[in-house]
């Protein structure tokens, strides 16, 4: 329905709450002490407003809690499944349909079913899963994002979208070395950005050129379908499953981590029109996973999953959920906080590079921000620099929005935390590593701040816990 009011209100109504916790400073600084300054080692019980992911945190519906009760757990030939199976062929078009425990399960069966050593993928950017399977593969994953992608204020409406002359001439000169062609919806790495039908269009037709088989990496297929809706020419009058079928029409098949776009807590899927690979895919998926007809999964998140993914294409939901997130990075700028433009769709990215310049990249800007809010006001968002990337382009905070979770009131709590860090930034101090393991350091590395944090009273005072 059309929507003419200033205030974009949540769609739905609450009928089962989660207390969240609210700590005082001294229980911060403790627990981030005891965390060795790591977000990723804080309990649930010490975060107020956690926004370390949108991945598998967001609110089922009455209907897919109802649905659960309906699980059909047969190992094999589960109603269940087939419930799935036709809500996937529906939305995808896609006549291979296997359902795994995550996204990057569905990454691991490609990679191993479909890459050999030197072979290439080529993606507008890969997600660091996809990236890290691929790699396990001996293959070499090769991003290929827009110009521009990298400078937090060029405000492209689809900045997610594959550089279409660099793909066109790498396949030119290396067709014959490139396994797969992947496009990322919405394109996580560069700040939950969109990819344009139009790029999607042009992918295929060069992958279909050079006969590279071509896949989406459809976690947040929903909210790439919304901005092609409001942001690109001939498609406002468009349903959005018919724009995600488009969408989908175009590839050779998905990976899709239903944790975002399924809204579900667990669950992912692999897709293809290929008969060869459905074969490869199968005989891998019993080995790792699990039966065809559950995947790794149990009947009801089946269920769950059937109806999250119909939910996440409502639009009324994802008028909300894109305008929320724009609220959110508007009042983050007005607090001062510098963010990347214009901002995507399950998160905000903060320039922590750009608002903490007094940092160098290996004093991890990303970390000392993110480490800010926590301290401030148990706000948990996750560095996307230095520290999760050594070499990174940019310094970044991301803060991702769990879906039907948050209200208005904790953004604007979020905001008025913001502004607090924003009027000491100057003064934040930056980290360095005391450990890192010798992979993904970001999620367990132990961290110190380079000098004592200038605590609200203005006194300098160590992070490290009281004796
Ligand atoms: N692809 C994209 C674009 C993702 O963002 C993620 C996960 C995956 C694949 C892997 O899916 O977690 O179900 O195995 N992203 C989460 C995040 C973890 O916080 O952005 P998974």
């Not at 598998?56 to 190992?75: F, H, I, N, P, V």
């Not at 070395?177 to 790029?199: I, K, R, Y």
């Not at 009947?299 to 609220?327: F, H, Q, T």
């Amino acid at each position: 329905m059309s929507w003419d009011f200033r205030t974009i209100i949540e769609p739905f109504r609450i009928r089962a709450v989660e207390p969240i916790p609210l700590l005082d400073r001294k229980a911060r600084e403790r627990a981030l002490a005891r965390a060795e300054h790591n977000l990723f080692g804080l309990r649930a019980e010490e975060v107020t407003i956690d926004l370390l992911t949108d991945s598998g945190t967001g609110a089922m519906s009455a209907e897919q809690w109802g649905a659960l009760m309906m699980g059909d757990e047969t190992y094999a030939g589960s109603r269940s499944f087939r419930r799935l199976e036709a809500v996937v062929h529906e939305l995808t078009g896609y006549p291979h349909v296997f359902p795994v425990h995550q996204g990057r399960a569905a990454e691991r069966i490609l990679a191993r079913t479909v890459l050999e050593p030197g072979k290439l993928v080529l993606n507008n950017t890969h997600f660091d899963t996809t990236r890290a399977n691929v790699e396990q593969a001996g293959a070499r994953a090769v991003d290929l994002p827009t110009p521009g992608s990298d400078d937090p204020s060029y405000a492209c409406p689809f900045k997610g979208n594959i550089d279409l002359a660099n793909l066109e001439e790498t396949l030119q000169l290396r067709g014959s070395e490139v396994a797969l062609v992947m496009l990322t919806l919405t394109n996580n790495a560069v700040g939950g950005q969109p990819v344009s039908m139009a790029n999607i269009e042009s992918v295929s037709a060069l992958c279909r050129r050079y006969e590279v088989p071509f896949f989406l990496d459809a976690a947040r297929f929903a909210e790439n379908a919304w901005f092609i809706k409001v942001r690109e020419p001939g498609y406002d009058r468009w349903r959005l499953p018919e724009i995600a079928r488009r969408m989908f029409d175009l590839a050779d098949g998905c990976t899709l981590s239903a944790k975002k776009d399924g809204i579900v807590h667990i669950g992912g899927l692999l897709c293809t029109r290929l008969p060869q690979w459905a074969e490869k895919f199968r005989c891998e998926l019993i080995l790792g996973e699990g039966y065809p007809t559950y995947g790794g999964l149990a009947g009801r998140d089946l269920e769950a999953m059937s109806l999250g993914l119909l939910e996440a294409l409502d639009e009324d939901y994802l008028r909300y959920r894109v305008r929320s997130i724009a609220y959110f990075a508007e009042g983050l700028e007005r607090a001062g906080i510098p963010v990347v433009h214009p901002p995507g769709g399950h998160a905000v990215f903060a320039d922590a590079g750009r608002l903490l310049s007094h940092l160098r990249p290996d004093q991890f800007p990303g970390q000392a921000l993110g480490a800010a809010f926590y301290l401030e006001g148990g706000v948990r968002g996750v560095e996307v620099g230095s520290l999760m990337f050594p070499g990174a382009r940019l310094e970044l905070l991301r803060l991702a929005v769990p879906r039907r979770v948050y209200t208005q009131a904790h953004i604007d709590y979020v905001i008025e935390v913001a502004e607090r860090v924003a009027a000491r930034a100057s003064e934040l101090p930056g980290y360095r590593i005391l450990r890192e393991p010798p992979f993904l350091r970001h999620f367990s590395a132990s961290l110190e701040p380079l000098e004592a944090y200038i605590c609200a009273s203005g006194r300098r005072e160590s992070c490290a816990p009281s004796p």
